[in-house]
């Protein structure tokens, strides 16, 4: 018969429901234990929350939220401790004993990797919440917003598989393999490891880009010629909100090793450039001042850059670029639009004849 732990009220009470139960079937008994320990987690859970102060237990605020995503966790504790203690007070065999125990803590260790998951959310998601409406604006906003979250899905990936490792160096029959998985040795080991390399390197990849930001959340960048905004970055990939709103993933490990363009690397404003090929007869220096007057009147402009050059004079036109300047790629685009209708317009109306036009010369001849 089984003696409860000295000083220890929870295995003195589940010695005495033991010798209650004597002469019971082992796993009737044992079940009842069981039941009685999770009873008791609960309870003591529900009472432990109710002494909270309203405003902790009230969802519709931060520290209610934050209470209410803890109490899973702090519920699971509690009903593995319970189990723990109770356990070796049921008439179990000595290896049945051990592997329930075994189990008991391989839970305890997992436990302990939700909770510092959880720890990783709350803060980051605490360092998110000041992140402002228009981002794409500014550009230290978008460096903290990218660090945050590819540091969080990085920590997520490291956090889970030093957990799964430590839970199975909890079983003697498969230390070895823990081992293996976190030291990377031996064979299995080399056989992990050449199966987790993709993930491995793309968690490397991240970390990298969230230390050196070659790219950032909400930059404009042109990838494989596809150009749009980066909406999110993983711990393994990119999501490429492209133009039409299709979304474009793209490993992190394949991304640091082709090049691509970063519009808003440094800063949001970009120039745009507008092109028209138009016949020798154009006046430049109307077309000047029509352009200014364009760009003066449309919100889109910076205010900073607006040039209109000739670019090329081919064997029939003239290749015209207009430079405007805007406060990012959207305005950009929308600028370069703008100008290049408004321009057509003003000269379909104004200068019809500075249109391209094909000559043909015609040659009177003499017919015998």
Request: proline content about 5%.
């Amino acid at each position: 018969m089984t003696r409860s732990a000295p000083g220890n009220p929870i295995a003195h009470a589940a010695g005495n429901l033991t010798i209650v139960l004597h002469g019971w079937p082992p796993l009737v008994t044992t079940a009842i234990l069981a039941a009685a320990a999770i009873l008791v987690a609960i309870v003591f859970h529900a009472m432990l929350f109710r002494l909270l102060p309203r405003p902790l237990r009230d969802r519709g605020r931060a520290t209610g939220a934050l209470v209410a995503r803890v109490r899973a966790i702090v519920l699971a504790f509690l009903i593995v401790l319970m189990l723990t203690t109770v356990v070796p007070q049921a008439p179990l065999g000595p290896g049945l004993r051990f592997g329930v125990l075994h189990a008991l803590s391989a839970g305890l260790v997992i436990l302990i990797g939700w909770a510092v998951l959880l720890a990783i959310d709350i803060y980051t998601t605490r360092q998110l919440s000041h992140r402002p409406d228009n981002i794409q604006a500014d550009a230290i906003a978008r460096k903290h917003v990218t660090q945050w979250q590819v540091l969080r899905r990085a920590s997520h990936v490291l956090t889970i598989i030093i957990t799964t490792a430590a839970a199975l160096m909890v079983f003697p029959a498969v230390r070895d393999y823990g081992v293996s998985l976190l030291a990377s040795a031996g064979a299995a080991g080399l056989v992990v490891g050449l199966a987790a390399r993709p993930v491995l390197s793309n968690l490397i990849a991240g970390i990298q880009i969230a230390i050196t930001q070659p790219l950032r959340v909400e930059d404009a960048v042109v990838i494989n010629g596809q150009w749009g905004w980066v909406e999110e970055i993983t711990s393994t990939y990119v999501v490429v909100r492209i133009w039409n709103w299709q979304r474009m993933v793209v490993p992190l490990a394949w991304l640091l090793e082709q090049p691509f363009q970063n519009w808003t690397r440094d800063s949001s404003e970009l120039i745009g450039e507008v092109h028209w090929s138009l016949d020798y007869t154009v006046p430049m220096d109307v077309l000047r001042r029509k352009l200014d007057e364009i760009v003066h009147a449309t919100p889109l402009w910076s205010g900073k850059v607006v040039v209109l050059q000739v670019t090329h004079a081919l064997e029939t036109t003239l290749t015209l670029r207009a430079l405007v300047s805007a406060r990012n790629s959207g305005e950009a685009w929308d600028l370069r639009c703008f100008v290049r209708e408004q321009m057509i317009t003003f000269l379909q109306k104004e200068y019809p004849y500075a249109l391209p036009r094909r000559r043909v010369d015609l040659e009177r001849t003499e017919v015998a």
